[in-house]
Every structure is written in structure tokens, then in C-alpha cells.
T-cell receptor, first 114, second 112 residues
Framework: GAVVSQHPSWVICKSGTSVKIECRSL??????MFWYRQFPKQSLMLMAT?????????EQGVEKDKFLINHASLTLSTLTVTSAHPEDSSFYIC??????????FGPGTRLTVT | GESVGLHLPTLSVQEGDNSIINCAYS??????FIWYKQESGKGPQFIID?????DKRQGQRVTVLLNKTVKHLSLQIAATQPGDSAVYFC???????????FGRGTSLIVHP
């Protein structure tokens, strides 16, 4: 149980385009979802926290207009990287939490912006 | 704010040896600690956790030790196997925030 999936697992896009990453909780209802960013050989950096039906809470320094987060249902959250640039290339990881508040991590999405 | 770091970026061990990965945290109010394992190209995987009212917790082949006095915790892996090769992160939570702050990670390399 407690499986979180992400789609796509990797994506290459051109600079200036937007990319949407999906995060799904497959066998539980996620009241809260988290989005992290991870650069090579570095730790996970929390970008934002979202509760179903509410606006996401962004961490300091994260541009909310650039990283659009939607948590429309208890099983789906999306992260859209708008007007992507090469510096946005990174590994994006989501996690989902149910009423127990334990976090279950997705497998990550590798974004490369050319 | 919280900062969580690890003492060594890389740890190399021989298969069958015991591994010890260390972590220091800065916020004395941190009350919940988690160790994660991350394999290349994958998301973090929960290994074991410990609350601040404990100083030791054991799982299958893993033990976490917590020393609140010096704000230090360690992950011990017994009889390390090649499949244990990964990056290990400690994370700390404070006051029921349910949002862990991750440390930098230690890459564990197990030589057969």
C-alpha cells in the first residue's frame, strides 16, 4: 500500500515552453502533497505544500508564478513549470500524506530543459 | 531555521561489514527523525524513524541511535549488502510540522 506515482518519469523540453508533472496517490487519499526539487548530488529542497482544494503554500524563494501547483483531488497534484529555462533542469519529487501524516514519496521526474 | 547535515559525503564498505552513517541537526526542538534511502534516479524510501523520547530503535538490519545532548543521530546497517548501495538522508521534523528538513546525504558504496 501507500504507493505514489509520478508522470512522466523524465521529460525534455525546449526553453520557453511549459511542462506539467503529475503526482498521484494510487491507493490512498492524500490530504496533503509536497513538491521537492533535487539537484545532482544534493539534498531534497521543499518547494511547496498543497492541501486538496486549497492554494499551495510555497517555500521562501520559490516563485509561485513559475511553479504552478494544483491539487484538485485527493489523489492528484500537478506541478507546472512555466516558461522553463535550463536552470530549471532538475529532479522533481512529490510526496503525499494521508491522515497519518507519514509522507510517501514518488519516484521522481527528471526534467531537462534545452 | 533547521539545518541538518551529514558528516561524510561518501562511505565505502566491504560487503558483510557493518555501516554507520552519521547525522547532526541544529534545532534542539526537533522531535522526530527519519532516515531515507535513495537509489539513483528514484525517490526517497523510508527506512526507519525515531522520536525524541527514544534513544534507540531497531529494524531489520538497521538501528537508529539518537543523542539529543549533542544533537546527533546515526544509522547503523548490519551485514551491509550490495543492494544497500544508495544515498542515505537523515531528516528532522519539529513540533508536529510533518514536513521533514533533509540533510545533504551520504553516498554508501558497498564493495562485493
Amino acid at each position: 500500500g501507500a504507493v505514489v506515482s509520478q508522470h512522466p518519469s523524465w521529460v525534455i523540453c525546449k526553453s520557453g515552453t511549459s511542462v506539467k508533472i503529475e503526482c498521484r496517490s494510487l491507493d490512498f487519499q492524500a490530504t496533503t502533497m509536497f513538491w521537492y526539487r533535487q539537484f545532482p548530488k544534493q539534498s531534497l529542497m521543499l518547494m511547496a505544500t498543497s492541501n486538496e482544494g486549497s492554494k499551495a503554500t510555497y517555500e521562501q524563494g520559490v516563485e509561485k508564478d513559475k511553479f504552478l501547483i494544483n491539487h484538485a483531488s485527493l489523489t492528484l497534484s500537478t506541478l507546472t513549470v512555466t516558461s522553463a529555462h535550463p536552470e530549471d533542469s532538475s529532479f522533481y519529487i512529490c510526496s503525499a500524506s494521508d491522515h497519518s501524516y507519514e509522507q510517501y514519496f514518488g519516484p521522481g521526474t527528471r526534467l531537462t530543459v534545452t | 531555521g533547521e539545518s541538518v547535515g551529514l558528516h561524510l559525503p561518501t562511505l565505502s564498505v566491504q560487503e558483510g561489514d557493518n555501516s554507520i552513517i552519521n547525522c547532526a541537526y541544529s534545532n534542539s526542538a526537533s522531535d522526530y527523525f527519519i532516515w531515507y534511502k535513495q537509489e539513483s534516479g528514484k525517490g526517497p524510501q523510508f527506512i526507519i524513524d525515531i522520536r525524541s523520547n527514544m534513544d534507540k530503535r531497531q529494524g531489520q538490519r538497521v538501528t537508529v541511535l539518537l543523542n539529543k545532548t549533542v544533537k546527533h543521530l546515526s544509522l547503523q546497517i548490519a551485514a551491509t549488502q550490495p543492494g544497500d548501495s544508495a544515498v542515505y538522508f537523515c531528516a528532522a521534523e519539529t513540533g508536529g510540522s510533518y514536513i521533514p528538513t533533509f540533510g545533504r546525504g551520504t553516498s554508501l558504496i558497498v564493495h562485493p
